[in-house]
């Protein structure tokens, strides 16, 4: 029986289908939405810029809470609602540490833009050769 369900979220249209998926295949457990804030790079422009605020990690939740808005609009349409979650880092690395937790991970298939996905790789595609649990991919 599944009964805690982990869905990575960001602002993509494919993360919002993989929230709604979660909500209608496992009605009865409890689901976490994640949102990763990514480490400082040169590429990463909004991680950067977090970074340098003087409290990275309330500048990180200040962020998410726009995402974790919408989140709990979509979970309230199903008479439901969703724990959140901010982690930091490596969005793969910490999507595959807090599936410990878990028993599946809800994921999109394609997030961000092309320049991103070449640069920042495939989140998906690592999660789903490295989780530890169960991880649906919604399109």
């Known amino acids: 029986m599944i009964e805690r369900v982990l869905v990575p979220m960001d ?44 409290d990275a990690e309330q500048a990180g939740e200040d962020a998410a809470d726009d995402l974790f808005s919408r989140a709990e609009e979509i979970a309230a349409e199903y008479g439901a609602t969703v724990a ?24 999109g298939a394609h997030t961000g833009g092309v320049a991103e996905r070449l640069f920042v790789g495939n989140v998906a595609r690592s999660i789903v050769q490295n989780s530890p649990v169960p991880v649906t991919v919604v399109h």
Not at 89 to 101: D, F, M, Q, T, W
């Open 11 to 54: 602002e993509s249209e494919t993360a919002e289908r993989a929230l709604r998926h979660a909500l209608e295949a496992h009605p009865e457990a409890e689901i976490i939405v994640l949102h990763v804030v990514g480490e400082p790079s040169g590429m990463m422009g909004a991680a950067a810029s977090l970074a340098l605020e003087e």
């Open 84 to 107: 959140t979650e901010v982690g930091y880092g490596s969005a793969a690395k910490e999507i595959v540490r807090l599936a410990e937790a878990v028993d599946v991970v809800v994921i």
